[in-house]
């Protein structure tokens, strides 16, 4: 029920947004962000063909009633009063507008139908890292990653990871487990983006927990990184990510 009914809505918000809903770990946001643009798109497309047919008419019924009362000179023809129309009307604020809103729906409908990264509006998530910005203290940054979760959700790293979800075969992933006197740490190296991973969430492997620390883009066939620490202890919950691959690469730790 939420997915289909208040999913579509709630997925134009940004992600830090949706994670404090309550109803958020019930929704299934790929369906819910796919239908909502879908829905952005259309309704884009129809309200263009209204203004559409509302500007020319008026436009072009003005300039042949300035022609015909001689204030805009000989020779002039339809054609050219149409013509002058229609480049108005496809320069004009409102026209650009609704197009930027046609495109921005296509967009956020391929990346959660092929590229499983939900995507809310634009104005909405410059709010959010304006927001981010001023209210946020600075972090410290992983200065292994080649590329952080921070742009993940961007309109840019979405295409990024559609074109290397596309140009790249799928294959296992590669596991390498890093062992030391304070801490263990596990890499998994994946040719998909994975789903709602992102930092800090709590994923589950086998019978141990492991707290996600960052995900960065690397060289294929696996571009996807994502870094783990274990945890001593974990419980099982709604909010855990349950990572059961069905065949994997295990690399030695060098």
């Not at 019924?61 to 300035?66: H, K, L, Y």
């Amino acid at each position: 029920m939420w997915t289909f009914f208040l999913g579509p809505f709630v997925s134009i918000l940004p992600k830090r947004w949706r994670d404090l809903l309550p109803f958020s770990d019930e929704v299934r946001w790929g369906p819910a962000a796919a239908i909502s643009g879908l829905a952005e798109s259309l309704m884009a497309l129809v309200a263009l063909g209204y203004w559409y047919m509302h500007a020319m008419t008026a436009w072009v019924a003005q300039g042949v009633e300035s022609a015909l009362s001689g204030k805009m000179g000989p020779g002039v023809t339809d054609q050219a009063i149409g013509s002058v129309a229609l480049v108005i009307w496809a320069t004009h604020p409102l026209t650009l507008l609704l197009g930027y809103v046609g495109l921005e729906g296509a967009i956020r409908l391929c990346s959660a139908a092929f590229g499983e990264t939900i995507l809310g509006i634009l104005p909405l998530f410059l709010v959010d890292k304006i927001l981010a910005t001023v209210f946020r203290r600075p972090k410290l940054k992983n200065t292994n990653a080649v590329n952080g979760s921070a742009g993940s959700y961007s309109l840019l790293g979405a295409l990024r990871d559609k074109v290397l979800m596309a140009t790249l075969p799928a294959v296992s992933d590669e596991l390498c487990f890093r062992k030391s006197a304070l801490e263990n740490i596990l890499e998994i190296r994946a040719s998909r983006r994975k789903q709602d991973w992102t930092p800090p969430r709590i994923v589950r492997y086998q019978d141990n927990y492991y707290r996600l620390e960052a995900d960065s883009i690397g060289p294929p066939p696996r571009p996807f990184l994502y870094t783990l620490r274990r945890l001593p202890v974990g419980v099982p919950g709604r909010t855990v990510l349950l990572y059961a691959p069905f065949d994997v690469v295990i690399k030695d730790t060098p």
